[in-house]
């Protein structure tokens, strides 16, 4: 039985749900947030090592300013998404918004789930904010059909070696693990790692179509419900084409 390892942004959900409802929100509640929060130790430490790229040593209003303009430019640093994963707590926990999920998404993961499969995920949001989409998702609390949470502290998407360190820490081989990514680029990295993978091209995300020489060879399918993870290689899943 594979093990199955997802993406989240443009893979389970759809990334206007991320650019449209998280970021303007962790952007709003920055300034608020550090003055309120800034002494205690777990989000001064994420505040100190976004300070060190900021340029050093700088003012907290200053270190907000700059981490809202990652936020504008869609950055991956730790640190900023460490504190995402705090911002967005309240959020979800007054009901202010649910994580979307695309349909297919939740009914192919409890499937899955169902017929045996380990599920895991890895994304650029932090684990506890992966918690967070998971348990507060339109589909209801996602986190029990999950094994295990990986972020960029194990290491970049794009980077062969966070593969490697995955499928160590998971105790599988890495041909016996899927990747489900919308980003060629992290496929790439699986791929050369030993991972099988399969490029999710979600319309709504993606409206040109991603096909041919842009897929890298890449099994490609526009729905989970294309996936096919107990049939040996995801290629051969209905509605892949590389
Ligand atoms: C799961 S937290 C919200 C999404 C987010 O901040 C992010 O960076 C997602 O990137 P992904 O690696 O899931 O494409
Ligand atoms: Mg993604």
């Known amino acids: 039985m594979r093990a199955i390892l997802t993406d989240i942004e443009g893979t389970t959900s759809s990334i206007s749900f991320v650019k449209n409802v998280l970021f303007p929100y962790a952007r709003a509640a920055l300034p608020d947030f550090v003055r309120e929060h800034g002494h205690e130790p777990e989000v001064r430490r994420w505040l100190d090592a976004a300070a060190v790229d900021a ?28 504190l995402q994963g705090l911002l967005w707590q309240h959020g979800y926990a007054r ?23 380990a599920l895991y995920v890895y994304s650029s949001g932090s684990v506890p904010a992966q918690k967070l989409f998971f348990g507060y998702s339109e589909a209801g609390d996602l986190r029990p059909l999950v094994s295990g949470w990986f972020d960029t502290e194990i290491g970049g998407k794009r980077d062969a070696a966070s593969y490697r360190r995955i499928a160590e820490a998971i105790g599988r081989a890495p041909a016996d693990i899927v990747f489900l990514s919308d980003v060629v680029a992290e496929l790439d990295a699986a791929r050369e790692a030993g991972l099988a993978t399969v490029l999710l091209d979600r319309i709504d995300d993606y409206p040109a179509p991603r096909t041919g020489d842009v897929t890298h060879g890449h099994a490609r399918v526009t729905s989970f419900a ?8 995801p290629a051969n899943a209905p509605g892949a084409a590389g």
């Open 55 to 82: 340029g050093g040593i700088c003012s907290d209003d200053v270190l907000v300013e700059t981490l809202q303009g990652w936020v504008d430019a869609d950055s991956k640093h730790t640190a900023l998404k460490a």
């Open 95 to 117: 009901r202010d918004f649910a994580a979307h999920m695309y349909p297919d998404a939740p009914r192919a993961l409890r499937a899955w789930h169902a017929a045996g499969h």
């Open 226 to 233: 294309d996936i096919r993870p107990g049939d040996g290689d």
